[in-house]
């Protein structure tokens, strides 16, 4: 019998932190019902309105008491059609605790993606608000038969417009489940091996997958991230005050923020959406001293006038992730608010922890080491099964308490995602002598040009360097002589003027292969976004095809 592959990345851990440190699992239920244990400590602070830890208690009891007197429970499947509301952690905690199954959705979708995740999930009730057009939108997945109740939050709760109440019985207030005082049914003995999550995947390299995540993958997640935390960055449960503003129907937001905070009983500051000015009172006023954000929340907030003359001093733990920061933006991160970035890498399968940088790590586009419990390799992209050393690129493949168990209703997918019990990623990186992993690109979105292996976020890398680019995008388009080549989407920065493909070309000759240099540019006032905030590269792709068959039929 061989020896277990070593860890090299052990040797880069800060002191004291060990790679096999103890990763406890529990269920969403016993977490929330350790936080209720916090009494009168604030919990949330929404639009001025405070909620205690033992009323999110209190209010999670209620309503899993009332779904389970209505028939939600083991085996349900519960929609959530919600912005960034207190009814979402309410909603999410209660249905976990009824034992059913929670299947988040997307704000941004549209009705026939929305749709799509109902058939699929099998999800019959969905919880929205009374405002905007979720209470539309919700009529409207009824009415075509896609769920069988909606449950509906009052926003007047929290100060907010609402639409007019509707005499329906399909539709229930959600005040009458919070004010539902009946005794409470038993409550069903919930495993960490059940699922809890039917989370989709964003979809910005195909159609979208439901991954499973169980009970113990969100803890396990949860502790990962404290066993990493309590030996990089001096963090002080109970006494944080964060800033969530990433989207709760997201794994990042979901469990990096929400799940995270509320066990280790901190305040979090919970915003229906990101917008920069909001962020900064909050960093200001309300002295908040913990920001996780998205590469295009920084840089928003670096290109806000007057940024620099702000007081940012109480944030102490700034961080982003969900996708690559280019290094030239995280240096002017660095420059203007005084501190660095933490971050790592992370997916949707795995809940979402994977990676972690390490304070003081000066490694340029790494994503950092392995978090405790979490083993990474890189294997090679034409065997799955063949572990590269350290140096060379191949796809990465992961393993730990956090990764999902697969894909809902795909097993023939599900098969072929793991191999020898590893989660393949779909990520293409390499890993140095030291333990340290870094990222090319998406095996989905690598250009092959006359031969040669280009990888867009290199190329995007290198663009974010010019003084000109606020956002920059990199897409693979047709192309006679190489098969493809790179085509690059800029949004500029105020003030600035636009560039030619010749001028972009001679900035980048220096910095890429004469393969990678972009043979396409169009300037857009704005890149299309995932839900999260990711520039979204499947769209321009589509956009692209589009065109090409618009031109093609006129010829």
Not at 249 to 261: A, N, Q, W
Not at 265 to 271: A, S
Not at 338 to 358: D, F, N, Q, V, Y
């Amino acid at each position: 019998m061989t020896a277990a592959a070593p860890r090299p990345w052990e040797k880069s851990y800060p002191p004291g932190l060990r790679w096999d440190a103890p990763i406890a699992t529990a269920t969403l239920g016993r977490l929330v019902d350790d936080a209720a244990r916090l009494g009168t400590c604030a919990a949330i602070e929404f639009r001025g309105h405070n909620i205690s830890y033992a009323e999110l208690g209190h209010m999670v009891d209620r309503t899993a008491a009332a779904l389970l007197r209505r028939g939600i429970g083991p085996g349900a499947r519960v929609a959530l059609y919600l912005p960034n509301t207190p009814y979402y952690p309410v909603a999410f905690f209660a249905a976990a605790k009824a034992g059913a199954t929670i299947v988040p959705l997307s704000p941004l979708d549209a009705e026939r993606t929305l749709a799509m995740k109902l058939d699929d999930s099998g999800a019959r009730t969905l919880v929205a608000i009374n405002a905007g057009t979720f209470a539309l939108m919700a009529r409207k997945l009824l009415e075509r038969g896609l769920v069988d109740r909606v449950i509906l939050g009052d926003e007047m709760r929290f100060g907010a417009a609402a639409l007019a109440p509707e005499e329906d019985g399909r539709i229930t207030p959600f005040s009458a489940l919070l004010n539902d005082d009946a005794p409470p049914p038993p409550f069903p003995q919930v495993s960490e091996d059940d699922v809890a999550l039917v989370q989709y995947t964003g979809g910005t390299t195909g159609t979208p997958k439901g991954a499973l995540l169980t009970h113990g993958n969100l803890t396990a997640a949860v502790s990962i991230y404290d066993a990493w935390g309590s030996k990089t960055v001096s963090y002080r449960p109970g006494e944080e005050r964060v800033i969530c503003v990433l989207p709760l129907f997201h794994i990042y937001g979901l469990t990096s923020v929400l799940l995270r905070h509320l066990a280790a009983g901190n305040l979090i500051l919970l915003r229906e959406r990101f917008d920069a000015e909001t962020t900064v009172r909050d960093i200001e006023e309300k002295r908040a001293t913990i920001l996780s954000g998205v590469p295009t929340m920084w840089i928003a907030l670096t290109a806000l006038t007057g940024i620099e003359r702000r007081d940012l001093s109480s944030l102490r733990v700034p961080s982003c992730g969900a996708a690559p920061l280019p290094p030239e933006v995280a240096q002017r991160i660095e420059r203007l608010f005084g501190k660095r970035l933490t971050g790592g890498w992370g997916m949707t399968e795995t809940s979402p922890a994977g990676t972690g940088i390490p304070p003081g790590c000066d490694r340029v586009a790494t994503i950092g080491l392995p978090l405790p419990g979490v083993v990474l390799e890189v294997v090679a992209l034409d065997d799955p099964h063949r572990v590269l050393p350290p140096g060379e690129t191949g796809e990465l493949r992961i393993k730990g308490p956090n990764v999902t168990k697969g894909y809902w209703n795909r097993p023939q997918e599900t098969a072929a995602a793991f191999a020898d019990g590893f989660l393949l990623t779909g990520d293409i990186g390499r890993m140095d002598a030291d333990g340290f992993f870094y990222l090319l690109d998406r095996k989905k979105d690598m250009i092959i040009s006359g031969g040669f292996n280009v990888y867009p976020r290199v190329i995007e890398d290198a663009i974010y360097e010019h003084p000109a680019v606020e956002e920059a995008a990199v897409i693979g388009v047709a192309d006679r002589y190489r098969g493809e080549a790179a085509k690059v989407f800029v949004k500029l920065r105020p003030g600035t003027r636009a560039f030619t493909l010749e001028e972009l070309r001679e900035f980048l000759a220096d910095r890429l292969g004469r393969h990678e240099l972009p043979a396409a540019l169009e300037f857009r006032d704005s890149l299309p976004k995932t839900a999260v905030g990711k520039v979204s590269r499947r769209e321009l792709v589509e956009e692209e095809r589009r065109s090409a068959a618009t031109a093609e039929a006129a010829q």
